[in-house]
């Protein structure tokens, strides 16, 4: 089944919000930790894994309205788990880890909460902005990088922190976000 736009206004922007939700995710500045293995890297392939992404989060905003919390996270883990097992042979260290799926999914629906089309997300999109935030507030903390996170525990602690310190501003995790969101 395809996503039904109401009209090709919001296709347009649904569109817009794929292209930089995949591009976000895909530019980490960790050089230790890159998307794809350089030696192995098939243009066309990683192409494909892209559009796969696309696909991936427009079926999971058609069922986003009656998705739980752990549904969401389940959905990090599945976007990880189906773009590694499809694409193992152009990613580093054959996976698609878990700190990139969770930046696309968690980008995605700010972008389509934040122009009225769906309810607020569960989490938000955890990136070096968030991580540094957060590192500020709870004192001694020293988080590993959003991007080499492949354990779905270690992205989970990051949300934890993020509640507290949400909960303390008397804010929902999105809320936060968006409030303390702040172009490089």
Same mark, same amino acid.
């Given at each position: 089944?395809?996503?039904?736009?109401?009209?090709?206004?919001?296709? #347009?922007?649904? !569109? =817009?919000?794929?292209? #930089?939700?995949?591009? !976000?995710? /895909?530019?980490?500045?960790?050089?230790? *930790?890159?998307? &794809? +293995? &350089?030696?192995?890297?098939?243009?066309?392939? !990683?192409?494909?894994?892209?559009?796969?992404?696309?696909? #991936?989060?427009?079926? &999971?905003?058609?069922? /986003?309205e009656s998705t739980t919390e752990d549904k969401h996270i389940q959905m990090i883990i599945n976007l990880? +788990?189906?773009?590694?097992?499809?694409?193992?042979?152009?990613?580093?260290?054959?996976? *698609?880890?878990?700190?990139?799926?969770?930046?696309?999914?968690n980008l995605f629906l700010k972008y389509v909460w934040a122009i009225g089309k769906i309810k607020m997300? #569960?989490?938000?999109?955890? %990136?070096?902005?968030?991580?540094?935030?957060?590192?500020?507030?709870?004192? %001694?903390? %020293?988080?590993? +990088?959003?991007? =080499?996170?492949? %354990?779905?525990?270690? &992205?989970?602690?990051?949300?934890? /922190?993020?509640?507290?310190?949400?909960?303390?501003?008397?804010?929902?995790?999105? =809320?936060?976000?968006?409030?303390?969101?702040?172009?490089?």
């Open positions: 089944m395809r996503y039904q736009y109401n009209n090709k206004k919001e296709e #347009f922007i649904i !569109a =817009e919000i794929l292209q #930089f939700s995949v591009s !976000a995710g /895909f530019q980490t500045r960790n050089n230790e *930790f890159p998307i &794809y +293995d &350089y030696n192995s890297i098939d243009l066309n392939r !990683a192409k494909k894994l892209r559009n796969e992404i696309k696909e #991936f989060l427009l079926k &999971y905003l058609q069922e /986003f990880s +788990d189906l773009i590694s097992d499809k694409y193992s042979n152009i990613l580093f260290n054959s996976r *698609f880890r878990i700190g990139i799926s969770q930046k696309i999914i997300p #569960f989490h938000c999109p955890i %990136d070096n902005i968030v991580k540094n935030k957060i590192e500020r507030r709870i004192n %001694d903390l %020293d988080l590993k +990088d959003w991007t =080499e996170l492949d %354990d779905i525990t270690d &992205y989970l602690e990051y949300i934890q /922190f993020i509640k507290i310190i949400s909960q303390e501003d008397k804010l929902t995790i999105a =809320e936060w976000e968006i409030n303390n969101w702040k172009r490089r």
